[in-house]
């Protein structure tokens, strides 16, 4: 089978699994880069060898994250395709990751909050930033939020997360309040909550960063905002009052505890900073 055509069939299968669209994108665009290095060949005449090849040269651009990402996609293809019976042995069966040292996330201050806060000048700006902060939600889980996904009553909303798995999410007064001003302010048809100023309709992660990147810039905060930032401020607002390690891991939708253990590394580097501080 040439590897247009097993890309194609793996692309398929990952999403009747219910692979996340974003999941998707990316692996069809590692697909599309392998197969600009190998060429459209057979699939069961790429070796280990190959693949180390094709890695080492990646490595030499990439970042260690990075490489992960993409070793990791060629280990589920070659497997499918192993297991598929498309190849008889899998020439990635014994690649490995890079090791990555696991990175304390970077957080706002409640004072950073307050002047990104101040800089949202539209309803859906203000919308925007307080469901971000208030929810701690992906980006991606919220680009596909749906008007009826809300539940104004208890002030939640059902989100798809990673692994098309639906959590429950909450969000604070605030942020109701500006989430229904914004929508009643729309006079569109468009079942997202979400929309773009012109033409509207649903928003897309990359218009969505760019609205928090505008905001960030009129803020003058001296940092690349992102808004994966917004999501480890939640976590850390949640850790500084006092919740459960297994509590925000439930809120946030990790599946493995060690992903939400990290926050426990950053509580202890704002101790250390609060003694120099005050000792």
């Not at 509207?200 to 905060?221: D, E, F, L």
């Not at 992903?259 to 590394?265: D, E, S």
Request: proline share 3%; with cysteine; charged share 30%.
């Amino acid at each position: 089978m040439l590897m247009s055509e097993a890309t194609k069939s793996y692309e398929s299968d990952k999403r009747i699994e219910g692979f996340s669209p974003q999941t998707l994108i990316a692996y069809k665009l590692q697909a599309k880069l392998l197969m600009n290095y190998f060429g459209n060949t057979k699939i069961k005449h790429i070796t280990t060898q190959h693949l180390k090849q094709y890695l080492g040269e990646s490595s030499k651009e990439l970042k260690p994250s990075s490489l992960s990402h993409r070793i990791r996609f060629i280990r589920s293809l070659f497997r499918w395709s192993h297991e598929e019976g498309i190849i008889e042995t899998n020439p990635a069966s014994k690649i490995k990751e890079p090791k990555v040292g696991k990175r304390i996330p970077k957080f706002l201050t409640e004072r950073e909050i307050e002047h990104l806060r101040d800089a949202c000048f539209t309803s859906m700006e203000k919308a925007l930033f307080e469901y971000m902060f208030s929810t701690g939600c992906r980006i991606g889980e919220i680009v596909t939020l749906d008007r009826n996904s809300i539940n104004w009553g208890s002030q939640s909303a059902i989100v798809r997360g990673k692994g098309d798995k639906e959590r429950e999410v909450y969000f604070n007064i605030r942020c109701d309040i500006w989430l229904k001003k914004y929508l009643d302010r729309r006079d569109d048809n468009d079942p997202a909550i979400f929309v773009t100023e012109r033409n509207p309709h649903r928003m897309s992660i990359a218009q969505m960063r760019y609205v928090i990147k505008r905001i960030s810039n009129r803020a003058g905060i001296n940092k690349i905002i992102h808004p994966h930032q917004l999501r480890h401020s939640y976590a850390t607002h949640l850790l500084n009052n006092g919740a459960p390690l297994e509590v925000i891991q439930s809120l946030l939708g990790h599946e493995k505890s060690e992903t939400t253990r990290i926050y426990a590394q950053l509580t202890g580097r704002l101790r250390q900073e609060f003694y120099r501080k005050y000792f």
